[in-house]
């Protein structure tokens, strides 16, 4: 077992053990991938204020976020293909997450199903949409999320069409893998996930294949996002769906002022300021620019959870420091669950955790939910002068 101490290590594994194809997915962002860069650059601009003598006994990083108890203010994005990352990989994060106490959220875009996770679980997790044409594969996705006891719909309100990751089309995408000269060869020199893939029945997305009609290539995430997605999204669409759901419900990709205070009014539970972790409008600004405005904006009406660049403890603390009620990491346990499966991402929890639990100390904070702006040196021009 070799000795992790940090994401990177999960990362340099998960890209020896996987296949190419699925790797890149992960580790992309749209076009020229200015803005998944700056997401995890922009976090090293930002400085912790160290304190000392202060008691640093008995800390927790405890806390709540859309009123669920959680071990610390971080949840699992949803992230599609994760099946593809390790057999059965939305199995394995939802346990990894159960058992850390922080929430799960399936993509519709997963290989397991709603029903396969549930079986497998025990605690409600969260599920995620997209905002598709079809309103009857909706309600049906929506009723099988409801029996599943899924406690929150996230609505992903950043992707009515994809962004283009260059080498998801170089690398001809699919789920499961087109067998080209290419792929074969790449998937050689990947035996153990090779064999482990083999022993599963679980290789499609779970969610559509069976349920979605007219979808002409449903391997295919771009052709089933170019056919399915609803490009004509507006607010309306938006508070039908919360109304067609009827419970919770978290809307994730808001990197707009003006944006969040619609999202407020309309009565979500929690809005997630990302760019999609750049993988959308490459050239917007970072996510963790855009918090702070947010949070000051809209903070005292609505929960605010971050995502997008978050790769340690201390991105944790700084994003909720910058006010975020919860943050959401999907490349950093994508890592952990294709370098060593559902171990994995409980190795990327506890490196997560004891990094923020540490660092916040160091701050001179015992409790996750005494720490604020204070605790942060924020560079005059960090949110910036954009004209
Ligand atoms: C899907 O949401 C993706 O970013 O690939």
Redesign the pocket.
């Known amino acids: 077992m070799p000795v992790i101490t940090e994401i990177e290590d999960l990362k340099r594994i998960y890209r020896r053990r996987v296949p190419k194809m699925f790797y890149d997915y992960a580790e992309t962002g749209s076009w020229t991938e200015q803005t998944f860069q700056e997401n995890t650059s922009d976090f090293k601009k930002l400085r912790l204020r160290q304190r000392i003598a202060v008691d640093m006994d008995n800390r927790s990083t405890a806390t709540q976020m859309i009123g669920e108890d959680v071990a610390m203010p971080v949840a699992l994005a949803p992230v ?1 293909l994760t099946g593809m990352q390790s057999a059965d990989g939305e199995i394995k994060a939802a346990r990894a997450a159960e058992k850390f106490g922080v929430p799960f959220t399936l993509s519709t ?1 997963s290989i397991c199903s709603i029903e396969d996770v549930a079986a497998a679980t025990t605690k409600p997790f969260w599920f995620q949409v997209y905002t598709l044409k079809d309103d009857d594969f909706m309600r049906r996705l929506f009723d099988r999320a409801r029996d599943a006891g899924c406690s929150a719909l996230v609505i ?1 309100v950043d ?1 009515q069409v994809l962004g283009q990751r260059h080498k998801d089309l170089k690398n001809g995408l699919s789920a499961p893998p087109k067998l080209t000269v290419a792929s074969i060869a790449n998937m050689m020199t990947k035996i153990p996930w090779g064999l482990e893939m083999l022993r599963t029945k679980r290789r499609f997305f779970g969610n559509i294949v069976g349920h979605a009609k007219g979808v002409s290539d449903p391997s295919s ?1 771009a052709s089933w996002t170019a056919e399915a997605f609803d490009p004509s999204l507006d607010w309306a669409r938006i508070a039908k769906l919360m109304e067609m759901w009827g419970g919770k419900v978290i809307l994730k990709g808001i990197l707009d002022v003006e944006d969040a205070k619609k999202a407020a009014e309309l009565g979500a539970d929690a809005i997630v300021v990302s760019n ?1 972790g750049g ?1 959308q409008l490459d050239g917007a600004l970072s996510s963790i620019r855009m918090l702070g405005p947010i949070v000051d904006a809209v903070g005292d009406k609505v929960e605010v959870h971050f995502d997008s660049g978050i790769r340690s403890g201390q991105d944790v603390l700084k994003a909720v420091a910058l006010g975020a009620k919860g943050t959401m990491i999907g490349r950093a346990y994508t890592y952990g669950l294709g370098a060593m499966g559902e171990r994995g991402v409980t190795k990327t929890l506890e490196v997560i955790h004891k990094e923020l639990d540490m660092s916040m100390a160091l701050c001179g904070r015992r409790n996750i939910t005494d720490v604020d702006r204070d605790i942060l040196l924020v560079p005059d021009d960090f949110e910036g002068r954009w004209a």
Do not use: A, S
Request: cysteine-free.
């Open positions: 599609g875009m992903t992707l995430l999609h993988r």
